[in-house]
C-alpha cells in the first residue's frame, strides 16, 4: 500500500476518524484499506460517500501514521494477516457486495451512527439487512437483526477482529 493517508471523519462523530488509503472509488462508495493506530493493515472497508462529513489529506498526525506504515513495511509486519490482498469482487454496489458475503458466509462488520454490527449476512431486501450477529461471549451467531441499509455508513469486508474470529472457529472445527 503506497497510496497516500487520509483521515476519514463521518457524519454526527467530529472526534473520531478512520485513517487508510483509497484502493477505489465509484460515485457512491470509497474502498479503503485502513490502518490501526500501530500503522498495521486493520480492515477493507466500504464507506458511502454520503456517510463522509470530511476528508483530511495532511496532518501531523497523518505524517506519523506514514512513517510507522514504513517502518512497519521495512519489517514485514505492515500486513501479517494478509488482509489487503482479500478485496471484494463486488464492492461497487451494496448489494452485491452482500450478496457475496452471504454465498461465503464470510463474517462482516457493518457501521451504523450508533453501533457497529458484526455477523453473517442472512437476508438482503430493498431496504434491510438481515445480519446474524455473533456473540462474542460464546463465539456464536445468535438470531438475525434487521438493519437498515440506509443506516450504514461503513462496511468492513474484512478485519483483524473477524480475522481472529474466523481463525478460531477453523481451529475448533466449527463451520459456524
Known sequence: MTNKL???YLEDDDESFIVGSVVGE???QLLIISIDDNGQVDS???I???RIAKIVTDSAYLDFCQSMTRENQAAGIFDPFQLATQLPHSWQTVDRLLAECQGEQRLISLVTAPEVYAGRVSMISEHQIG???VDFESVSFGAPTLIDKADVM???YVSRQNY???KYW???GQNK
Request: aromatic share 4%.
Open 48 to 50: 458511502n460517500h454520503s
Open 6 to 8: 487520509l483521515e476519514i
Open 26 to 28: 465509484n460515485p457512491h
Open 154 to 156: 461503513v462496511i468492513d
Open 170 to 172: 477453523k481451529s475448533k
Open 44 to 46: 477493507v472497508e466500504i
Open 164 to 166: 481472529y474470529v474466523t
Open 131 to 133: 445480519l446474524q450477529l
